[in-house]
């Protein structure tokens, strides 16, 4: 295995986490790289890097970034968000590899990208669906604005320091387990 493909596999990771707090935006900054020649992407996703996609993933962004601020709107998001993730995890990985064969490429795909995605999707459902209940909604654009951040952060990192973003998501994912641990009920 290259270096070059470490760090594909790196970047696609960490859009994959991206994607678990907005779905399109990771793939607008990996269509702003690859436009902008900041990013090679496989030969079968160069589409990204159109101005077609550029304009109509960065179109998608704001209105998803947006629509986490209109109270109830979230709380439908995030209800097919997860699948979304899944699907949009799987392609940014897909799109990103290189120099691997398809069958390992898929299976980094499915497991690394959709998991990733999917798991950080479904507990910041979790956590909005959490802070609704607790604050009748009140703080759902606190928990938004936090996501489209990390979002962002994710992202940038991803595309700029692919190694860097692999601790990020790791970090991430130790925090989701320790904060779903902590208001996990206790047995006994």
């Not at 996501?147 to 970090?171: D, K, Q, Y």
């Amino acid at each position: 295995m290259t270096i070059e493909t470490i760090i594909s596999i790196c970047l696609g990771i960490g859009l994959a986490a991206s994607v678990g707090f907005r779905v399109f935006l990771p793939l607008f900054a990996l269509s702003l790289a690859s436009y902008f020649n900041a990013w090679e992407l496989n030969e079968s996703w160069q589409w990204i890097g159109s101005l077609t996609a550029l304009i109509t993933l960065g179109v998608a962004t704001l209105v998803e970034v947006f629509a986490y601020y209109i109270p109830y709107v979230d709380n439908l998001l995030d209800s097919i968000s997860v699948p979304l993730a899944a699907f949009a995890g799987t392609a940014v990985m897909m799109s990103t590899v290189v120099d691997l064969s398809p069958v390992i490429t898929w299976a980094l795909a499915i497991i690394a990208g959709a998991g990733t995605a999917s798991a950080i999707s479904s507990s910041a459902g979790v956590t909005r669906l959490a802070s609704t209940a607790s604050t009748g909604g009140v703080g759902n654009p606190i928990v938004s604005t936090i996501e489209t951040g990390t979002a962002i952060t994710m992202s940038v990192v991803s595309i700029f320091f692919p190694v860097l973003a692999i601790v990020l998501v790791v970090v991430i994912l130790i925090v989701i387990f320790k904060i779903f641990k902590k208001f996990r009920p206790s047995k006994g």
